[in-house]
């Protein structure tokens, strides 16, 4: 599914649940609710995390609710990660996002595409859009509503049946928001968008825009259906951006895009915001319309529309293209344009630092359409990340090649990327990622986040191998001081330099940029700055051709050794040219250090008659130039646009400074200011949420962020949660670090409150045997109308039938040949010292069994909930899953089979029951613990058991009442 269905959703809270394969619970207490995408750093260009491979089709639709993963698409089948069996997942499955394993219990069978997904706010259900037209044997047409669990059709959503396909779908508020090629909903007229109640699926009048007339069509020969192919909701809920196959909205001309205002009553098309960048035709003999996917930002500011429709000057076919919902007019022009050349992007997603975009593209920061060797494109096979401010390439370059028909989906959250494709790698063919990758945000960077220079600050001059500093106000300037530096050279050759971040970047005469690192008194090493040559795929053979990834370098290189000045602000190259009165300028990226390909002027920046420029600085919103006059001038510009006109600096020995006529000048780097830590927490029971992305530094950015929870257990992250053990206050810190290594802490307290209870535990026994059956007796303390509970941990696939009088409980786990089993009892007057008998038929099985007593529980269903979780893989830290408790004593059993353990520790906090370990070959070990008092309602789980041998094993988690 889209990006921007899960910005909207408000409240998240991290899923603590443990690697589970399968879960069943008695109670609803529901899912965390999905994840706000808000990275906070960029994602690594590191290995793809493990994911199921998809083996036909195209991935068109993704959505992550907690742990759990849905993908949708054109296929069917999928395979588990490491394994060669295929497992049949027709057009829609979920997976563990931390194991890559298919949920088998999820099928929701459906027969035709899905194209869309997006998750009720408290992760329960799904509502799946697409061309399908039965679920199981259930008659639906093209929009359902499904349980996550399941993936049963939800009762009470009533199927609309469009007429056409459901493209895409939109959640806001209590509304569905349908895009497509339809033109009737629950036969309405409905063309190409609509609402539905989404509890209901009643279609309402809310949304009705209706759009028509092919874009290309019939001055092309490519013909498709009119509609809205991609919609995207503002998080905030205001607007909603819509693209696809049409000329007018509502009767207004609004050609493939329209801005679409929510309000509170229904939905219009603004008639204050129009762009005509849409208009041209591009490629009609191949495209209807071009246009391709749209995302809105997490602050609702601006949102991104990526197309193909091949390559035509002065258009945004091939590119993506940034609009601000702030600007208004009947020709709103894009804020930045990031062009590929001559290849389609097909999707983009948008987080708080990056805008990803996905096709089947190889280069980006291409200026001329059409063109596949031109200056300034750097290599970017089928993914990029790009800077929300201007569009230029950062650093992510995993790239996909072969790159195919392209990357179709793109989902960002919290944890990472999401690419959906119809390709088989990550990289050069190097990691194995069929239709579908993960990048996780974990040992990512924070993007480099500089505000303008502000004055007072250290002027630094260049000259030969001496460098001197001076402190410059802006009216004032003191005398040189010789700086004492350390891993300088000659900078004679120098060409203009400015600091980013702790970086100094500098033009020299071999018509280069470069960097060396710079703290005031010590310079790092020379670095070339050439992002254009990526060594990893410079030498790689495109798809279908004997040209290589090699990207050229811009056309700013071969001016180098004729500038004057440079200066950086607000993501901008501000430079002088010897010979040219006026300031250029190009986009800049401080992360990739990629500059933009496209030259532009400065308007009203001729610079004062027969003085050429000897040195460029920006500092307090204006750019300071000195001249071969010795002379100072000061020019106002903000956003490469400058307002009033030079005036000449006098006055304070300014004039009397011999730094302005010869060597290189630049602002120094500031000491750096602390970042502030500031966090929020919100619990439910023992589970709690914390939040700590408020955080923030003046002069950078956050980059770490460590949390101590008070109970000894630790994380990180910006947003974290954990699940305590017991009652009590905790004082909660947070420190946070900067990309300078600056740190902050707070601490507040965090109360979980106890709970009261008439549990109380009798006793309990236990039994290890290799035998065709396992007994042992209910404890001799156990009175009439006590709870009882018998757990089983057997090495055999097969299920063993309850004892007499007992009741199962959820559903076995089962892992590796070895099956656990919950039961239930309410113990009568003379059931105290009676066996308790597990029969496993005529072959002898390795067994452990535990019956545990409890006074005070309910006396006709003493267990509340279970929660069941079976290991993949073996492991030595055996985690609990997490299950709903009303607020009472909960009963945990790990078990294991194993040749080799000896040992089963439990967790702190925790009190144990029975810890029983078998003997010989692969013996079944059971530990069996509980909280020893009542905890408080909401989750509860999440508990790691060790053993001294790695085993799969299965945990299962009983809440009683």
């Known amino acids: 599914m889209r990006r921007h269905r899960q910005h909207r959703i408000r409240g998240a809270v991290v899923l603590l649940a443990a690697v589970v394969t399968a879960v069943t619970t008695l109670t609803t207490g529901g899912p965390p609710a999905i994840a706000q995408p808000a990275h906070q750093r960029l994602v690594p260009s590191a290995v793809p995390a493990t994911t199921p491979n998809i083996l036909d089709g195209r991935t068109l639709a993704i959505a992550e609710v907690g742990r759990k993963v849905f993908v949708g698409g054109t296929f069917t089948l999928a395979q588990n990660p490491g394994t060669s069996a295929q497992l049949p997942t027709p057009y829609l499955f979920a997976y563990d996002r931390l194991t890559g394993v298919v949920d088998p219990t999820f099928a929701p069978a459906l027969d035709g595409s899905v194209n869309g997904i997006v998750a009720t706010p408290d992760g329960s259900a799904l509502f799946v859009a697409g061309t399908f037209k039965l679920a199981g044997t259930t008659k639906v047409r093209n929009i359902i509503k499904i349980d996550t669990g399941t993936g049963a059709l939800v009762p009470g959503f009533k199927n609309p049946s469009p007429n056409g396909g459901v493209l895409d779908i939109a959640l806001v508020g209590d509304r569905l928001l349908l895009a497509g090629s339809f ?83 229904n939905a219009f098309v603004d008639p204050d915001w129009k762009t005509l960048r849409y208009t041209p035709e591009c490629s009609k003999n191949n495209f209807d319309s071009y246009v391709r996917d749209v995302d809105f930002s997490p602050d609702s500011s601006y949102f991104v529309v990526a197309s193909s429709g091949a390559g035509y000057n002065g258009t945004l076919c091939d590119s993506a293209a940034r609009f601000d919902v702030a600007a208004t007019g009947q020709d709103v022009q894009p804020v930045w ?53 201007n569009g230029m390439p950062l650093s992510w370059n995993p790239g996909r090649h072969p790159r195919g028909v392209g990357a179709e989906e793109l989902l960002a959250t919290d944890n990472g990327i999401y690419v959906g494709s119809d390709t088989e790698y990550i990289g050069n063919g190097e990691y194995r990622r069929a239709r579908l990758a993960f990048f996780p945000v974990d040992g990512g960077s924070a993007p480099v986040n500089q505000a303008d220079p502000v004055l007072p600050r250290s002027l630094y001059r260049l000259s030969g191998s001496a460098v001197t500093t001076r402190q410059f106000t802006g009216s004032s300037i003191t005398a040189p001081t010789t700086v004492a530096t350390t891993g ?23 018509n280069k940029l470069h960097y060396r690192t710079f703290d005031g008194t010590a310079f790092g090493p020379d670095n070339v700055i050439d992002p254009y040559n990526d060594p990893y795929w410079s030498d790689v053979t495109t798809s279908g051709g004997t040209q290589t990834y090699r990207g050229r370098v811009p056309t700013l290189y071969p001016q180098i050794s004729g500038i004057t000045g440079m200066a950086y602000a607000n993501h901008r190259l ?8 006026k300031v250029f300028w190009r986009w800049f990226s401080p992360d990739s250090m990629v500059v933009g390909a496209a030259e532009f ?68 780097p500031l000491a750096n200011q602390p970042p502030t830590s500031s966090f929020t927490a919100s619990c439910a029971g023992q589970s709690c949420s914390f939040d700590g992305s408020g955080s923030t530094d003046p002069d950078g950015t956050v980059t770490g962020w460590a949390w101590s929870f008070g109970d000894g257990a630790t994380a990180s992250g910006a947003r974290a949660g954990h699940l305590y053990t017991a009652p009590g206050t905790y004082p909660v810190t947070l420190t946070v670090t900067d990309e300078n290594g600056g740190t902050a802490t707070s601490t507040q307290p ?64 089962a892992t590796n040949a070895l099956t656990t089993v919950v039961w239930q009892k309410v113990a009568a007057a003379d059931d105290a010292g009676r066996n308790v008998t597990v029969a496993f038929g005529a072959t002898a099985v390795k067994a452990t069994l535990t019956v545990l007593a409890y006074s005070g529980t309910d006396p006709a269903r003493p267990v509340a909930a279970v929660a069941g979780a079976a290991e993949a893989t073996a ?72 053993t001294d041998a790695a085993a799969k094993g299965t945990s299962v988690t009983i809440a009683l009442r």
């Open 750 to 813: 965090v109360v979980i409150e106890g709970a009261t209870s008439q549990v109380a535990y009798r006793d309990s026994t236990g039994k290890v045997t290799n035998a065709t059956s396992v007994v042992t007796p209910i404890p001799t303390t156990a009175q009439a109308g006590d709870g009882l509970v018998a757990v089983v941990s057997a090495a055999t696939s097969a299920v063993p039938p309850a004892p007499a009088g007992w009741t199962q409980v959820g559903a076995p786990v």
């Open 875 to 946: 492991t030595t830290a055996h985690r609990s899953p997490v299950v709903t408790t009303p607020g009472n004593w909960v009963v945990t059993v790990w078990a294991d089979r194993s040749s080799a353990t000896t040992t089963f520790a439990e967790p702190a906090g925790s009190t144990v029951r029975q810890r029983l370990i078998g003997a010989g070959g692969g013996h079944a070990d059971q530990l069996v613990a509980d909280t020893g008092g009542p905890v408080a309602a909401g989750q509860y789980g999440d508990q790691v058991a060790t």
């Open 601 to 668: 002027t400065v308007t009203g920046s001729n610079l004062p008659l027969l003085q050429g420029p000897r040195g460029l600085v920006y500092a307090d919103g204006a750019l300071w130039a000195g001249m071969s006059t010795n002379q100072l001038w000061r020019l106002s510009v903000t956003d490469g646009v400058a307002s009033g006109t030079w005036t000449r600096v006098t006055g304070d020995g300014i004039d009397a400074s011999p730094v302005w006529s010869s060597g290189t000048m630049f602002l120094g």
């Open 574 to 581: 501000y430079y002088t040219r010897s010979l040219q009165s």
């Open 488 to 510: 300088g050279a000659s900078w004679n050759n120098v060409r203009g330099a400015f600091m980013v971040g702790s970086k100094l970047v500098y033009g020299a005469t071999d």
């Open 337 to 389: 344009q990031a062009a590929t050349g001559q290849d389609s992007l097909l999707s983009v997603a948008i987080a708080d630092n990056a805008v990803y975009v996905g096709g089947h593209q190889k280069w980006m920061n291409a200026i001329l359409s059409g063109a596949d060797q031109q200056a300034g494109q750097v290599p970017r096979p089928g993914l990029a990340a790009l800077d929300p401010a």
């Open 183 to 265: 033109t009737t909903v629950a036969g309405l007229p409905r063309p190409g968008t609509a609402s539905l109640n989404a509890a209901t699926g009643e279609v309402d009048e809310y949304l009705k825009v209706a759009v028509d007339t092919n874009h290309n069509w019939p001055s092309g020969t490519a013909k498709a259906p009119v509609g809205v192919a991609k919609i995207a909701a503002s998080p905030d809920g205001t607007r909603l951006a819509a693209i696809g196959n049409f000329k007018h909205a509502d009767g207004l001309e609004r050609d493939q895009v329209v801005l679409i205002r929510l309000g509170p009553d």
